[in-house]
């Protein structure tokens, strides 16, 4: 039995984490959820959309499911993934990126995996008014955080096999900070000679992934890119609805979708989970649930495959209650 903290979020948060843990019960894992909110749905009780619990829930079982959390835009409160990653030191961002089958895109077989810093960069959120009419934020790149990104990206290629990483970076501009950066990948990358190694100015990369995403394997990026690269990527696969995630760190993990809240679609039964479902997966991993992962990963391309229980997102007209449905029928016969 493993004891896992579950953030269900706001927006379709709650009606695609339900989905998620329906799914995992059908695969046969014992799990008690320890459930906690955040974002909206916390303000009201707690005043902050980020409670102390929360904190002290994921420090104490050191795994989470987490929901989408809605962000204000130009305002508001700060952002609650962003808060989460820093507080709990979550210094990767893991988000594969593959191809499913039944999904219609303009690209086949797509295998990416996007690592992304996760803790600095722009996203520290450090920002000051300079006179009346400008305002200042401020970029840390730090050696040991990007060291320590880069040594993930590295020995997670050695751990599954994979041939090349590849440092994204802009230090034709951003000499010191992206420099220091790439100084870190090309030390790290010593220790892995039989990993090819390469690196792509950033804006190049949005090119090349364009038009051949193939020649990639893993790209190793600081914060800000790999936020807009990741969704980029996901383009490719058929949308953010897809794509599962993880926010890893020493002590502690957090799996989650890419994608947002969809305020829109709340409460109207019509949401995705799939993007969760596989987040779940890399979870169960995570958890040592190997086989119970790859038959929840069978069983969501399965469906998807056959293209009868679709959510509209996908083209089809089930509702999220009758695609979880399918998922968990095609598990029980597996």
């Known amino acids: 039995m493993h004891t896992v903290t579950l953030i269900p979020g706001d927006g379709i948060g709650p009606e695609v984490t339900a989905a998620a843990c329906e799914v995992i019960v059908a695969a046969g894992v014992s799990i008690n959820w320890e459930t906690v909110a955040a974002g909206t749905a916390a303000i009201e009780e707690f005043g902050t959309p980020l409670p102390q619990q929360v904190l002290d829930s994921v420090t104490k079982n050191k795994v989470a499911l987490k929901g989408p959390v809605t962000t204000p835009v130009a305002g508001g409160f700060p952002s609650v993934n962003v808060s989460l990653r820093k507080k709990l030191d979550l210094y990767c961002n893991l988000r594969p990126v593959q191809s499913l089958p039944g999904v219609n895109t303009r690209y086949e077989n797509i295998d990416l995996v996007i690592i992304r810093e996760n803790t600095e960069g722009l996203y520290g959120g450090v920002e000051f008014p300079a006179g009346p009419d400008a305002v200042v934020a401020t970029r840390i790149i730090t050696r040991a955080a990007s060291h320590r990104i880069a040594e993930f990206a590295f020995a997670y290629a050695a751990k599954r096999g994979r041939k090349k990483v590849t440092a994204v970076h802009k230090a034709n501009i951003l000499k010191k900070t992206d420099g220091l950066f790439l100084a870190c990948c090309r030390d790290i990358a010593q220790a892995f000679p039989s990993i090819a190694y390469e690196e792509i100015i950033i804006d190049n990369l949005c090119l090349q992934l364009v038009q051949n995403p193939?020649?990639?394997?893993?790209?190793?990026?600081?914060?800000?890119?790999?936020?807009?690269?990741?969704?980029?990527?996901?383009?490719?696969?058929?949308?953010?609805?897809?794509?599962?995630?993880?926010?890893?760190?020493r002590e502690c993990s957090i799996f989650e979708a890419v994608h947002g809240s969809a305020p829109d679609l709340a409460g109207k039964n019509q949401a995705n989970p799939t993007a969760l479902i596989l987040s779940s997966v890399i979870m169960l991993e995570h958890l040592g649930e190997r086989e119970a992962a790859r038959r929840i990963r069978q069983a969501v391309e399965t469906v998807l495959k056959e293209g009868t229980r679709l959510t509209p997102d996908l083209g089809g007209c089930a509702t999220t209650t009758q695609y979880t449905a399918a998922l968990c029928k095609a598990l029980l016969k597996s």
């Open 214 to 249: 193939h020649q990639f394997d893993i790209l190793v990026l600081p914060n800000l890119y790999g936020d807009i690269v990741s969704d980029l990527c996901s383009g490719f696969v058929g949308g953010l609805g897809l794509v599962p995630g993880a926010n890893i760190g």
